[in-house]
């Protein structure tokens, strides 16, 4: 007698059938209808019409009667939650049953009801349930506290629940340690800054002994959360990876993958000459060639890691190449993932071995991957110097085999070798020109054209060959078009006399027949080189090429560093950051590796380190000379009522000359000036007039002076909002930035136009370029009701991470509150970074303003300024702008000013007013 | 966490869901059986499938898929792991996991799995405390509950599952008291053309099946531990021990277990237990093709090879073989294009081989690529790593327990390029 024979029954009266079976007197047929009724329910039928009957069979002391309502329950209260209301007070006397099985299974069914009414119910007996002497009780209930969180987040909050959940981390069973970091986990996933797994060294050492002793579940989320914790310092780092490390050889696959992604983490901060460093390496590798002999699900998650692992620490893994050596029976996913991981590691040492088997694979049956196969032999000609003439000989024998995707993919890696190789393998191109007929795909034919216009002086028929493509121009696809009027062009700039005919036809059908605008733009380039100037012509046309690069995949160093924290993920299967595209994640922070330790760098990620001198552009100062111009305009308005009016010609703020001009200036000084500052940006968004609080930046100092306020302190632009209401579920910020008694300040207003209070405000910045970053909480004590507004004023340090920002000056923001977080980004004006102490003496100003080279300097005008050079100076002061020194030379007042910026950077001026004439002129010069 | 669960069969229907949060539509199938179509074989279906809303995540076992339904960020291991410990729990309570099977037991199943994940938080997923909860179905206990009117689910809270030693329940008693061990290896290799070794690697495993009464403390320690320098252990395994002293030593669950599963590299030398020599050539322009096939053993360590079975994937080109073994059988799918040959015992004296001539359809041109040859066989009473037990020792009970281990040595991966 089986379960299937509830399947069967499949007539009209099924329900009514049921229902009377439900109500029987004799127990063994109601429990045996309930039965019935959930077979049909996981078969997706709808039985929710005998809610009632099921709910009536609840109190019963049969437990197997009893989990089979409960499951009922589960799925159809939501449907009918006034009658799920029924079921209450049995679910709060089980609570409270002697069985804690019993107590455990009410709490655990209670939080899976998705009803608000029967939450409200919930709060009291799960208040109980957490601090229930039978642990069992207790790791279901703060199971239960993840569950009611996300039914109905504030009545947890309310309710206290995450503190008690967070009491529950010092547990003494570790099961229950490990359920409360399961569920805090997913708790902080939709509260993505709230500080709820407050690491800290003591709730780590619990947190590592409870890992010894928990389900291997349990270690995965302590292992996970274990990750997300910055260790103070080397020694800290290291016994944490020590105490890691046994997990490396559990069973289950996830718990090992987990614990690796802790150690890639801690071990950067160990230093490189530490004898555990060596040792931590050495262990690394056995588990994770273990991973590849799981199942091939698991290979398949365990390869897209390695691959990350091997990019980041080849190391590793280089004496295991054989591991990946594909068997003809893996699924295609595991082939082509293994495939991948061999190129990587490829070397010289072992590239006999990998040609052999990319050889092998190139005769399999699996079309995808013989072709990926052959790809991948190009690939390897093009990383391993050395190999490159055997590649080119394994991939001639597989042209010899006359398979046609096999020659078409081989032709297409052979163009890329020659483009890393050129002059070199020629020899081979007789070899191609045999298989031009073959070829049938646009990638292999556009390659192959490519390769005859490249060297078409050695090819004797090279416009034959090519004149045999133009015949069916019209239809190839783009991609060979363009090549082919490319390679004519080429073929006659080298072979003019024979070919004149040729490259006319091929131009009229590019520029007269084609409707292709790329196609017919670049016939036209051409048609007009060659008619102006042939020589200029070849000079572009058969201009030396740069070798194409290595390694073309590779991810990108930060995106890597991001993935490595994130082992194990969705994130680290599709090589995205997890802000890419995990849905209600909106909040994802970006996690980075920490430091490593004793070095002395800050945090600043390479690419930023490198930006030479040489890479720094010419300075792109704007023409514009109403920079501070326009600022300096003597409206002795108040500030408010003149900033829509200067706007329009705001266009290029005081921020441009500092941000762009500044940054230009610093170009050759990058390394000394920490990250921010490195590339120019080579021109600031037109989007700077939108946003007058920015664009307000110097000029408005002069606004302010004029008149209105405080004569000392510096310029501060009239709040402007920052975000909408519409866009942040009805909370509205607006606010400003300023300066005040050498303390930077961001004030912002907050107006709650929802129906509903708002509570439990935060704030956070994203790194930005001068590391600001909030001194202290946001202070928003008293709920914000409906329609207030609440002034606050953020104290803000310049202590921060630093990353630069394009702008120079953005600033992106995460404001937080009970309901939501809300991202907006803001510029702040930069003369809010002008330090107090920002007077230079004069000796060291005449020296340093001589030894700071050309091309850090840059000149500009401003107009429309109708201030004496004194009042402009006592203005300027205002800000922090200090004059040097005043010289008057034929009628021009020259004053020489210095800045401090926060981060160190002095920036020096020569301004120049002529009387009568509203223009300053601004030589401006920086040094670090 | 794992939000919902569906079981699809083979021929792509959804036969069972089971949701632990809210309810996700079946539609969500769509995008799997979307990739299902794309993919040419069934097990080349991508393990994990971005949905617009949610991740697919699915495994294929005994030709089930069973695909979960995440939300968030979760590990995906995480998840296939989980799926595995399902099909093992269903695997051990019914005996075989098929569709029938789990249709046969519809309620159990569900009541298995609303005990195994709670709100996608996995709950009890060892076989032992889960026997102690839901008791597995029987043909005497059916018939009992039918009588009785009594459940197979149990009364009492797990005691195991609290303990210091989760995986073993109190209170075990036998009469017979025996614990056996078996070192299973397996050899996945790949030999070239020329029959020399491209990659060999060893996946073994100690299995083991203790019925002992009480808390018995077991030791295990090797003649040669230091083959085992990668390893996996089962959580009761003290770690630390091992560490220091490369001995085993554990608190045993009750019954069947997998105490440790190791792999010895392809860095270190493997011994390969037999040999092919082939001989397969077709010529260009003729219809026919020359098939010669011998087997032979090689580093067997004195002991005989048995269970030999031979496959080879023809190629397409292929229409008819035909073949004489010199023993066993052999058949050729004409439509699958697979030839097996079942050989047996491989004789020393008088080596197996498979002789003979394959026909290719008329005017397909000469094979492109060559087939693979995969070998089984198995060999009793070795391990071919040399792994070899020291001892066995049991401290805590006073009892004198009956102990046994075996070693076996089968092919895993084993293939032959030709």
Not at chain 1, 832 to 842: C, I, N, Q, S, T
Request: charged fraction near 20%; glycine fraction near 6%; aromatic fraction near 8%.
């Amino acid at each position: 007698m089986t379960d299937s024979k509830y399947f069967t029954t499949t007539k009209k009266g099924e329900i009514f059938e049921l229902k009377a079976e439900l109500n029987s007197d004799k127990k063994e047929k109601k429990k045996e209808a309930v039965k019935k009724v959930i077979a049909s329910m996981t078969v997706g039928k709808d039985v929710s019409a005998l809610f009632p009957d099921v709910v009536n069979c609840m109190q019963t002391d049969n437990l197997e009667l009893k989990k089979l309502v409960y499951l009922y329950l589960m799925n159809y209260a939501k449907s009918q939650p006034d009658m799920a209301i029924m079921a209450v007070n049995t679910f709060v006397k089980d609570c409270e049953d002697l069985n804690p099985l019993i107590r455990a299974l009410a709490v655990r069914t209670m939080g899976c009801i998705r009803v608000d009414k029967i939450t409200e119910y919930l709060c009291e007996p799960l208040r109980k349930c957490l601090k229930d002497e039978d642990p069992y009780v207790r790791k279901t209930a703060a199971v239960c506290v993840a569950k009611l969180h996300d039914i109905n987040a504030q009545l947890v909050e309310d309710q206290g629940f995450l503190d008690t959940l967070k009491d529950l981390i010092s547990d003494s069973n570790p099961m229950v340690v490990a359920n409360a970091v399961a569920a805090l986990s997913e708790i902080a996933e939709s509260h993505p800054n709230s500080n709820l797994l407050d690491l800290n060294p003591q709730t780590i050492n619990k947190l590592l002994t409870a890992l010894n002793e928990c389900t291997e579940w349990g270690q995965i989320f302590i292992l996970d959360c274990l990750a997300s914790y910055l260790p103070r310092d080397d020694r800290e780092s290291q016994s944490i990876c020590e105490r890691v490390t046994p997990r490396l050889s559990h069973a289950n696959s996830a718990v090992v993958l987990s614990a690796v992604k802790v150690l890639m983490k801690f071990m950067e901060m160990l230093p490189k000459d530490l004898d555990y460093y060596g040792t931590l390496l050495k262990k690394l590798a056995p588990p994770l060639v273990t991973l590849l002999s799981a199942e091939p699900e698991l290979q398949y998650v365990a390869l897209r890691n390695i691959n990350l692992i091997v990019q980041k620490r080849p190391e590793i893994l280089k004496h295991e190449m054989k591991v990946f050596f594909v068997k003809y029976n893996d699924p295609i996913y595991v082939k082509l993932e293994k495939l991948d991981i061999m190129i990587r590691l490829a070397s010289q040492a072992n590239i006999a071995q990998v040609l052999a088997e990319l050889k092998e694979y190139a005769t399999e049956v699996d079309v995808d991957f013989v072709r990926k196969a052959v790809r991948a032999i190009g690939r390897c000609a093009i990383k391993v110097e050395q190999s490159a003439e055997r590649c080119v000989s394994t991939l001639l024998d597989l042209i010899q085999t006359k398979v046609n995707y096999v020659v078409q993919e081989a032709i297409v890696v052979i163009k890329d070798i020659f483009r890393k190789y050129p002059n070199k393998y020629e020899s081979v191109i007789a070899t191609l020109c045999e298989n031009l007929d073959s070829l049938d795909e646009p990638e292999a034919r556009a390659a192959m054209i490519w390769i005859v216009g490249e060297y078409a002086e050695r090819i004797d028929n090279a416009d034959e060959l090519l004149e045999s493509f133009l015949e069916g121009f019209h239809d190839e696809s783009t991609q060979v078009q363009l090549q082919l009027l490319t390679a004519i062009v080429k073929l006659f700039l080298k072979k003019p006399t024979e070919t004149q005919e040729l490259v006319q036809q091929v131009l009229s059908l590019a520029t007269q027949d084609s409707d292709n605008p790329d196609l017919r733009d670049r016939g036209y380039i051409y048609w007009r080189l060659l008619s102006t100037d042939p020589v200029a012509a070849k000079e572009v046309v058969l201009a030396e090429k740069p070798l194409i690069s290595e390694e073309t995949d590779l991810i990108e160093p930060t995106l890597l560093e991001e993935l490595i924290c994130h082992i194990g993920t969705l994130a680290s299967v599709y090589h995205k950051p997890p802000s890419a595209f995990v849905e209600g994640s909106r909040g994802v922070q970006h996690k980075r590796l920490p430091p490593r330790a004793g070095s002395g760098e800050s945090t600043e990620s390479p690419d930023v380190g490198q930006s030479g001198p040489s890479e720094a552009p010419p300075a792109v100062i704007p023409s514009q000379g109403d920079l501070l111009g326009d600022l300096l305009n003597l409206d002795l308005a108040p500030p408010t009522a003149t900033v829509p009016s200067v706007q329009p010609s705001m266009q290029m703020g005081a921020m441009d000359l500092l941000g762009g001009g500044l940054d230009s200036l610093m170009g050759d000084e990058s390394d000394t000036m920490g990250a921010g500052l490195g590339a120019a940006p080579a021109a600031m968004p037109a989007s700077l007039g939108s946003a007058p609080a920015v664009g307000g930046g110097l000029g408005d100092l002069f606004d302010l002076g004029g008149g209105v306020g405080m004569p000392t302190g510096s310029y501060v632009a009239p709040k402007t909002v920052w975000l909408l209401a519409m866009k942040a579920k009805g909370l509205e910020i607006s606010g400003t930035f300023a300066r005040r008694g050498g303390i930077i300040q961001m004030d912002l207003s907050l107006t709650n136009k929802a129906m509903s209070v708002m509570t439990d405000f935060a704030i956070q910045f994203n790194r930005n370029s001068f590391g600001l970053a909030p001194a202290g909480p946001l202070q928003v004590l008293t709920p914000l009701s409906p329609n207030q507004t609440i002034d606050v004023s953020l104290p803000l340090s310049t202590s921060g991470p630093v990353m630069k920002m394009e702008p120079l000056n953005n600033l992106q923001v995460a404001v937080k509150n009970n309901i939501d977080v809300f991202y907006f980004s803001c510029q702040y004006p930069l003369s809010l970074l002008f330090v107090e102490d920002g007077k230079m003496d004069r000796q060291v100003f005449l020296a340093t303003w001589k030894d700071i080279p050309n091309d850090n300097e840059a000149q500009f005008q401003i107009k429309d300024i109708h201030l004496n050079s004194d009042v402009a100076s006592n203005k300027l002061q205002g800000s922090n702008i200090f004059t040097i020194a005043k010289r008057t030379v034929e009628g021009q007042d020259m004053l020489y000013q210095s800045v401090k910026l926060t981060n160190g950077i002095w920036v020096l001026a020569e301004m120049r007013i002529q009387t009568g004439n509203p223009n300053y002129t601004v030589n401006g010069n920086k040094e670090t | 966490m794992i939000h919902s669960l569906f079981l699809v069969n083979a021929s792509g229907d959804i036969f069972l869901e089971k949701h632990w949060k809210s309810v996700v539509s079946r539609s969500v199938c769509d995008y799997f059986f979307e990739a299902l179509e794309r993919a040419t074989e069934p097990e080349n279906v991508p393990p994990v499938i971005p949905t617009p809303h949610h991740f697919l995540i699915n495994v294929l076992r005994h030709r089930i898929y069973f695909v979960a339904v995440i939300q968030s960020e979760v590990p995906p291991l995480f998840v296939i792991e989980f799926l595995h410990r399902v099909v093992d729990t269903f695997q051990d309570y019914f005996g075989v996991c098929s569709e029938a099977a789990i249709k046969d037991n519809v309620v159990v199943v569900y009541e298995l799995l609303e005990e195994m994940l709670d709100n996608g938080f996995p709950l009890a997923t060892e076989s032992n405390i889960l026997k102690e909860l839901i008791k597995p179905p029987t043909i005497l206990r059916t018939v009992v509950n039918t009588i009785t009117g009594s459940t197979n689910v149990g009364e009492q809270l797990p005691t195991g599952q609290l303990s210091v030693v989760p995986w073993r329940r109190t209170g075990v008693k036998y009469t017979n008291n025996e614990a056996y061990f078996d070192v299973v290896e397996e050899i996945d290799a790949i030999i070239d053309k020329s029959g020399s070794t491209i990659t060999a690697e060893i996946q073994g495993v100690i299995d083991a099946c203790v019925k002992l009464t009480g808390m018995p403390d077991l030791t295990l320690s090797f003649m040669n531990p230091r083959l085992l320098d990668d390893v996996s252990f089962h959580p009761c395994v003290r770690f630390k021990r091992w560490e220091a002293e490369r001995i085993l030593s554990f608190i045993p669950p009750d019954g069947n277990f997998r105490l440790l599963s190791y792999h010895v590299s392809s860095q270190n030398l493997v011994a390969i237990p037999v040999y092919v020599k082939h001989n397969i050539s077709f010529r260009e322009g003729s219809s026919q093709g020359r098939f010669e096939l011998t087997l032979g053993p090689k580093q067997t360590m004195g002991k005989a090879v048995e269970s030999v079975l031979v496959s080879s994937q023809l190629p397409r080109g292929v229409l008819n073989a035909n073949l004489s073994p010199s023993q066993g059988t052999y058949t050729f799918d004409p439509v699958t294009k697979l030839l097996s040959w079942d050989v047996g015992k491989i004789n020393p004296q008088k080596l197996p081989s498979l002789k003979g001539s394959v026909s290719l359809q008329t005017g397909a041109s000469k094979p492109d690529e060559n087939p693979t040859i995969n070998i089984q066989f198995k060999i009793q009473q070795l391990a071919i790593s040399g792994l070899k037990v020291n001892r066995l020792d049991m401290y805590g009970e006073k009892y004198k327990p009956f102990k046994g281990i075996k070693y076996m040595t089968k092919a895993g991966k084993f293939q032959v390029r030709t």
